[in-house]
């Protein structure tokens, strides 16, 4: 078999010589364009996990990287003069040149052609010539480029410059260090690669970065000038670059990995932002996943479907986690006035793969310190902290979301619905949210949606509110106010989500006259009359929600429901006074939120939920949504629950673990309202970590809640912890630990003796 890889880089060189050791037959070519010694980076950091690979399919290799290996454990965060250390950690790092040179002697002694200062042929060329043509040319990939539309590459660029320096000697940690000058803030990664050399990398958002001046001065004068402003950091000492420039990372995504004999590996196929340290890491293993698929499978094509099939999933939790952390950054800003020990922690867990249970595992000290100055008492979870809005006091920081059931009849939510909630009061949870309750029958989404339009409604809803409050002591219920608007008169979820009626339909209405699929309704446009009529139905659902005992009341503002579609550019054509900028869009909103909060008990909090992005280009954005927030807190809003998406059809979400959190995060750090999360937030160390770090007050689940009705107890039991933040229904207390099982481990054996 011959064997083409374009690109001498750590991932290109590993896959020659893994595979040239598998089949010493193979022949196989690495052309790099650049000399053997050519690196324009210091150094390199690798997980356990992933030198645990290479020692299992190259113990050569390992030992050569074994030796040259600095090992440390901590991380330190400077902020404000203050250094606080977190411990536990485990990385290995070495020198970029000290990796290639290995791999360089590696490839040389099991035969592989290398070929410096040369640029590989043209890759039509190449997948003529040779069996199988590896791409490990990079982000900026020629192979990739010749076959941009089977590869389907997207490039996304970022807000940050950064630049790759080095210093003469060896940090004694991973070493985060942030600098308030007057043009901005600025944020220093180090970490030590050899016995006297540390990386430095300097980052700051684009706008600082300009108004530093730093577009105007060569390498030597930002060289000199990182140098002096984290002096302190360096202790005086200068900084060193190599070919160094300032930069943009671009995150690059393919939607397929291969085509015919060619396929993309390392940051030709994908990149990771350096701050969780991934790039160097996800190439090995490409290397050894590829090599592994090659031994494995039958033929190449199925070698190559199974090589993407293995590594995209890693790959796509890894980007997303590089993401969370790259953006953390970027509006690193917003978090310097957070207390010293949670801005450590929040740094910490940034990306969301180091959790609060995760570190504290790692550092039980630093983290009961964290836990300490945020107020959490002796042995209590910071889920279990108690959280105040206005005249209500929740007595644990857990919501259970709403969540639509389709299940009333005619609007009157029945013995199911007594049974759901109820039975999620009585699981812990510190609020219970009903489901989108309609403010008229026009306003309802299918025929099963529940109301507060009519006496009857507001009775059995009162009869759940009595039940909560006399079965849970304690435990919260709010009802969630919506309309459903050019969203209505459609099938129940499992019949056809969003699909219309087959019959009994009813008219729909809406800020603008669009439907929200091609084959819908499409809504006749609100009259300045009829807004008034819809208003006065908000406010008398308000009324009877505040007769029938709820405790607190949430206005739908989200989802592409009727009041998410007067603030959406998307859905909003409006050229009146309730359309156009976005002052215009939040009118009506405001004016319903107004007339609620006129005749809703003053004690009792109101909450708006809102859609923080409309996932989909000219739609609402993460500064809109800021705004937005901004508007219904002046109008005495006590919180914001926020969500995203679902305005628009063609919508294209960017899920992944709490993926919605971030703009929760960004609104409360912005003006300083108490937010809810939402959105595949699904453990308590999930809830922990979020509210330790300062990114939301309250944590809403909803699947989980479904999974298990008492998910808020089960997870104080495993935790640990019996106290005021998740108390035990009486006859439920005998099942406050968890049941005892079957055992499975088998007995060790007493004696082992050596063969």
Known sequence: MRIAVVGGGPGGLYAAALLKRLDPTREITVWERNAPDDTFGFGVVLSDETLGGIEHADPVVYEALRKDFVRWDDIDIVHRGTRHTSGGHGFAALGRKRLLEILHNRCRDLGVDLRFRSEAPYPDWL???YDLVIAADGVNSTTRGAYAHVFRPHVAGHHCRYIWLAADFAFDAFRFEIAETEHGVMQLHGYPYAADAST??????EDVWRAAGFAELDETESVERCAKLFADALGGRP?????????TFRTVVNAHWSHRNIVLLGDAAHTAHFSIG??????VEDALALAACLEEQPSLDKALAAYEEERRSVVASTQRAARASLEWFENLALYLDQPPRQFAFNLLTRSR????????LRDARFTGAVESEFGCAPGTPPMFTPFRLRGLTLRNRVVVSPMDMYSAVDGV???FHLVHLGARALGGAGLVMTEMVCVSAEGRITPGCAGLYTGRQAEAWKRITDFVHAQSPGTAIGVQLGHSGRKGSTRLMWEGMDEPLPDGNWPLVAASPLPYKPDGQTPRELSRAQLTDIREQFTAA????????????????AHGYLLSGFLSPLTNRRTDAYGGSLEKRLRFPLEVFDAIRGIWPGEKPMTVRISATDWADGGTTAEDAVEIARAFAAHGADAVDVSTGQVVAEERPEFGRSYQTPYADRIRHTIGVPVIAVGAISSWDDVNSLILAGRTDLCALARPHLYDPHWTLHAAAEQGYDGPGAVWPAPYRAGSRRPQTGRTDAPKPRLSLGT
Request: proline content about 2%; glycine content about 6%.
């Open 200 to 205: 430095v990398i300097v980052e700051m958002h």
């Open 542 to 557: 308000a009324w009877r929600a505040a007769r029938a005992g709820f405790d607190l009341l949430e206005l739908h503002c």
């Open 413 to 415: 939510p029945g013995d």
């Open 353 to 360: 793969r180091v959790t609060h249970d995760n570190l504290r």
């Open 239 to 247: 900084l060193r670059s190599n070919k160094s420039a300032w930069t």
């Open 127 to 129: 997948a003529e010539t």
């Open 278 to 283: 991934s790039g160097t890491k996800l190439a």
